[in-house]
C-alpha cells in the first residue's frame, strides 16, 4: 500500500515524535505465528500494514490513527485472547442482555454482539476501545472491513470495507487539513478531527457516520 508511505511522510511532517515511537516492521515468521495463533486468515493489506511497521514502542500516547495508537502484534494478541476469556467467562443471560444492546452502522454490516473473537484490533484508545478488522461480518459487510468497537462501543461503525480503503480515506482527510493538532497537559500532542472536532476520534466517527 503506497498510501501508507504517503501517511509516514506526513507524519514526519506533523507529528515527528509518532514516527520515532514505529516499530521495524515485523516479519514474516511473526505474522505466521500470530496468525496461527489465534487460527486467523488474515487478509493481504492487514499482512502489508504489519510488514510496514509491527506497531508502536507505546512510548507515547498518540498514534498514526488520528490519535489512537498503533498496536504492536503481541499486544494485539493479548488483546484478542483478553477479548474471548470474556466472552467465554460470561454467563448466557449477561452475553445476551449485552448483546441486545449493540448496533451497527450501516445496518446489518456489523454483527450485534458486545465482542465477537473475530474483531481483531489495530488501533486503541487506552481505555478498552479499538478500531480493527472484522473477519465474521454480518450479511452487508465485508470480511476484513475496518470497524469501531470495544468497552464503550455500543453502535459498532463500519468504517471502510478494508485497511486499504480506511489509509486511502484517512489520507486524503488530511490531504484535505481534516486535522487538529493540540499540546495537551502532560507536553504531548493530541491528533484528531477537525471536522468535527472532538477530544476522541472514536467521537469522531460517531458524528461522521450516523445512525440511518
Known amino acids: 500500500m503506497q498510501t501508507l508511505h504517503a501517511l509516514e511522510d506526513w507524519l514526519k511532517t506533523h507529528l515527528p515524535e509518532v514516527v520515532d515511537d514505529l516499530q521495524p516492521g515485523a516479519t514474516a515468521a511473526a505474522l505466521d505465528d500470530f496468525a496461527s495463533a489465534l487460527g486467523l486468515r488474515l487478509p493481504d493489506d492487514f499482512v502489508q500494514l504489519y510488514h510496514w511497521h509491527d506497531g508502536q514502542q507505546m512510548a507515547i500516547n498518540t498514534g498514526p490513527w488520528y490519535g489512537l495508537n498503533f498496536l504492536p502484534l503481541a499486544r494485539v494478541q493479548s488483546e484478542c485472547e483478553m477479548w474471548r476469556d470474556v466472552r467465554k467467562e460470561m454467563d448466557p443471560e449477561s452475553l445476551a442482555d449485552l448483546d441486545s ?12 454482539q458486545y465482542a465477537n473473537a473475530l474483531w481483531i484490533p489495530f488501533a486503541y484508545d487506552w481505555g478498552g476501545n479499538y478500531l480493527g478488522i472484522d473477519l465474521d461480518p454480518d450479511v452487508q459487510g465485508t470480511y476484513g472491513q475496518v470497524i ?9 461503525i463500519a468504517v471502510a470495507p478494508s485497511i486499504a480503503a480506511f489509509v486511502d480515506w484517512m489520507l486524503a482527510e488530511l490531504d484535505a487539513g481534516n486535522f487538529h493538532l493540540q499540546e495537551e497537559d502532560d507536553g504531548g500532542r493530541s491528533f484528531n478531527t477537525l471536522r468535527p472536532q472532538k477530544f476522541h476520534f472514536l467521537d469522531s466517527l460517531a458524528d461522521l457516520f450516523p445512525e440511518r
Open 148 to 156: 469501531s468497537f470495544g468497552r464503550d462501543e455500543e453502535r459498532k
Open 101 to 112: 444492546q449493540m448496533q451497527s452502522t450501516p445496518a446489518g454490516h456489523v454483527k450485534k
